[in-house]
């Protein structure tokens, strides 16, 4: 079970709270995806019902103080009590398209054109390759770890399309040279960021002007 609490914070050093929703459904979400469509603001999440029951589902946010879950959709392969292996971790939207990162399920591509009924479209696999997180930037896209070291680029001109870049899969490493395993990745312009899983002092970064 879980859900949202929503803060305004226009006055940072005063954040208000405007809304409080529970859904028992929702599950621990990594990442937290928006998107606009028409004149509705939508939110994507983890959501679990059973062991082997679980997938994404939706939130329409369009009125902060009080977000209505208006679906969800079930995802093959789905497996708990691990929390890593097989489950839904975190979600990015770009456009109509929304990426699920589903650990060793790989990367879920969902039709979001109307999210009241989401529809499964693929299912991309890297052979032992425990996802994380994936993130588009225009037609670059970056598939990161869940607690280990191994990233992977991809060209996303074909939003299904998952072409591997040359060069562009690495273990993540210190300044060291020593691997770095990361609990999480993000990215911001031509940079990703690393979150040390063991280690602490901060992240490791690397610039992804050159995918290659």
């Avoid at 059973?50 to 939130?59: K, M």
Wanted: glycine share 12%.
């Amino acid at each position: 079970g879980g859900g949202l609490t929503v803060f305004e914070f226009d006055d940072p050093c005063n954040p208000i709270k405007v809304g409080e929703v529970y859904e028992e459904g929702m599950r621990e979400s990594h990442t937290m995806s928006f998107s606009r469509i028409g004149d509705k603001e939508y939110l994507a999440v983890d959501y679990q019902i059973a062991d082997d029951v679980g997938g994404i589902g939706f939130w329409d946010v369009t009125e902060p103080s009080n977000p209505q879950w208006v679906s969800e959709l079930e995802l093959p392969d789905y497996s708990y009590p691990d929390a890593y292996f097989r489950v839904a971790l975190s979600t990015f939207w770009q456009g109509d398209y929304l990426y699920v990162s589903a650990g060793l399920n790989g990367i879920f591509v969902i039709d979001v054109t109307d999210p009241l009924s989401p529809t499964l479209l693929h299912q991309h696999r890297e052979v032992g390759h425990l996802v994380g997180s994936f993130h588009v930037i225009g037609n670059l896209a970056m598939s990161s770890s869940a607690g280990l070291a191994q990233t992977f680029l991809y060209d996303m001109s074909d939003p299904l399309g998952f072409e591997p870049i040359a060069g562009g899969n690495w273990l993540t490493q210190s300044a060291d040279g020593g691997q770095a395993n990361y609990y999480f990745a993000n990215t911001g312009g031509q940079y990703a960021l690393f979150a040390r899983k063991d280690t602490g002092g901060g992240p490791v970064v690397y610039d992804l002007s050159d995918p290659q």
